[in-house]
């Protein structure tokens, strides 16, 4: 069978046996594969560049990336199937330096599964904790169980200066603007 067929599936239920009709759908797969002609997505907070996980960013690795690349991000490649509380994995790709968030210089590529202790969906949703955050610093939980730690305020007046210095036009992609989603 192929992917749009439809099935006749016999099932019971409450004791009656019923018939019923299953479409074939594609998985939904958590990474998505290659995309073509699309700009990448990212979101830069306090110099710290936040993008979701994709087959593109995986074969950053090089040739042999499906044996280079980080396990645990293969694993989201390789298993990984969205659900109503994962539709994306979302990955710190990079920090760019700054006195705001010095310490973390060398992380990179790692899985942020919690900010603000509220667990992320997606990076949209990263975005909407950050930006409602009212307190005094914005805690960013890996998948190792790490914290990385900002102090807010420094972050948010830091963030022109982080993006002027690495010539970066905006803190987020064109396809993250706010009227986009909100």
């Given amino acids: 069978r192929f992917v749009g067929d439809v099935i006749e599936a016999k099932i019971w239920r409450r004791g009656a046996r019923h018939r019923v009709e299953l479409p074939l759908t594609p998985p939904a797969r958590l990474v998505p594969e290659s995309r073509y002609d699309v700009k990448p997505t990212y979101y830069l907070f306090g110099g710290l560049l936040f993008v979701p996980l994709t087959r593109d960013y995986l074969q950053t690795w090089g040739r042999d990336w499906w044996q280079i690349a980080p396990r645990s991000l293969m694993h989201h490649y390789e298993s990984g199937v969205r659900s109503p509380s994962r539709q994306e994995v979302v990955i710190l790709q990079k920090v760019l330096a700054d006195p705001v968030n010095r310490g973390y210089h060398r992380a990179e590529s790692v899985e942020i599964v919690k900010v603000q202790g509220r667990r992320v969906r997606h990076l949209r949703d990263l975005i909407t904790i950050v930006e409602a955050s009212h307190g005094e610093f914005v805690a960013f939980e890996t998948g190792g169980g790490a914290s990385l730690v900002l102090d807010r305020r420094q972050a948010v007046e830091?963030?022109?200066?982080?993006?002027?210095?690495?010539?970066?036009?905006?803190?987020?992609?064109?396809?993250?603007?706010?009227?986009?989603?909100s």
Avoid: C, M, Y
């Fill in 158 to 181: 830091r963030g022109p200066v982080i993006l002027q210095r690495f010539g970066v036009p905006r803190d987020r992609s064109p396809d993250l603007e706010r009227r986009r989603w």
